[in-house]
Structure formats: C-alpha cells, structure tokens
C-alpha cells in the first residue's frame, strides 16, 4: 500500500511556472505507476501525464503537452509536475495518484490510491 502526499500549489500568473511534488510513503513506490490529474470546478477529474515505474513511459495530455513535464526519483519515493508556460485553463485541484503495475492508464479509476489534492491558480 502507498500514501500520497502533494505539495507545491499556489497562486501564480499566466506564463508562470510551478513544481508540483508528490511524496509516497512506502518501500514499493517504484512498482507503481504514478499520475497526475487535476480537477477544476463543474468539471470531471481529468488526466494530465503519467510514468511508468522506472520513468520509461512517460503521457500526458494534449492540452499540457510541450508545457508539462512529469518526473520521479524512486530513491526518493518522490514524484514530480513540472508546469511551465501556465495558462488560467490550467487552474485546478491537482491530484497525485498510484496504481500497480506498469502501465500508464489515463482513466481515474484505475488508479487506487490518491493523494489529497493541491490547489493551482493561475492568473490572467
């Protein structure tokens, strides 16, 4: 089992950059898939990218493409959301999540374990 905790949110402005982190508890963090998915108000919870367990595979989302960049160090049971180029679109809860195996599923469900959400606000 893994716990997940995300951190790096805030408030910044359109064209700006932030780093979302996302800690796991657990000796097994390298045997799961990590994503990342955000949800903004009235809106579905949504994909954003995805790695797979020793960052081979990496996805993400069209609308993120080329300004997003996901990212892990198994060593530090850390895994990371490099945003760049920040659009007021992008605003949103941005959720870290974990599934075993090593497929990179863009589904929310098939994800079982969630972190508990930190908040991103982009400015225009």
């Known amino acids: 089992q893994v716990q997940l905790v995300e951190s790096g949110g805030g408030l910044v402005q359109a064209g700006g950059s932030l780093r979302l982190s996302c800690a796991a508890s657990g000796r097994t963090f390298s045997t799961y898939t990590m994503g990342w998915f955000r949800q903004a108000p009235g809106k579905e919870r949504e994909f954003v990218a995805g790695?797979?367990?020793?960052?081979?595979?990496?996805a993400c989302a069209d609308s993120v493409k080329g300004r997003f960049t996901i990212s892990r160090d198994n060593a530090k049971n850390t895994g990371y959301l490099q945003m760049n180029s920040l659009k007021p679109e992008d605003t949103a809860v941005y959720y870290c999540?974990?599934?075993?195996?090593?497929?990179?599923?863009?589904?929310?469900?098939?994800?079982?374990?969630w972190g508990q959400g930190t908040q991103v606000t982009v400015s225009s």
């Open positions: 999540a974990a599934r075993r195996g090593n497929t990179v599923l863009t589904m929310p469900g098939s994800y079982g374990y």
């Open positions: 790695i797979s367990w020793m960052g081979s595979v990496t």
